[in-house]
């Protein structure tokens, strides 16, 4: 059974940082894609960043150059670097992942994604 774990969630100013972790139990990394997606009220879930097995990473546009996503040796931790926050990334952030590896046309679409964190709170003030 997978199950995925986040961690790192908070309140933060305008220009601050936090990261992400996800730790993952029953799921083999280097057969798949894991990653981080966001939900902020009334607008649907978009994917932020993601690694596959390849070493591959794909980033939403409008994080790139300020998140980073990176995952320990053995793969069973998962973090998101979030640098130069803005209120517009304030959201839910999911750690999701999947078996089976994706293109990047399609590795930041949630509905690829078969497992799902609960869920950490990222909260940004202007």
């Known amino acids: 059974q997978v199950q995925l774990v986040e961690s790192g969630g908070g309140s933060v100013q305008a220009g601050g940082s936090l990261r992400l972790s996800c730790t993952a139990s029953?799921?083999?990394?280097?057969?798949?894609?894991m990653g981080w997606f966001r939900q902020a009220p009334g607008k649907e879930r978009e994917g932020v960043a993601v690694k596959c097995g390849t070493g591959s990473t794909n980033y939403l546009y409008s994080v790139r150059g300020r998140f980073t996503i990176s995952g320990d040796n053995a793969e069973k931790t998962l973090y998101l670097q979030m640098n130069g926050l803005k209120p517009e990334d304030a959201a839910l952030y999911y750690c999701?992942?999947?078996?089976?590896?994706?293109?990047?046309?399609?590795?930041?679409?949630?509905?690829?994604?078969?497992?799902w964190g609960q869920g950490t709170q990222v909260t940004v003030s202007s």
């Open positions: 999701a992942a999947r078996e089976g590896l994706l293109s990047s046309l399609l590795s930041l679409v949630p509905r690829w994604y078969n497992y």
């Open positions: 029953g799921y083999t990394y280097s057969r798949g894609c």
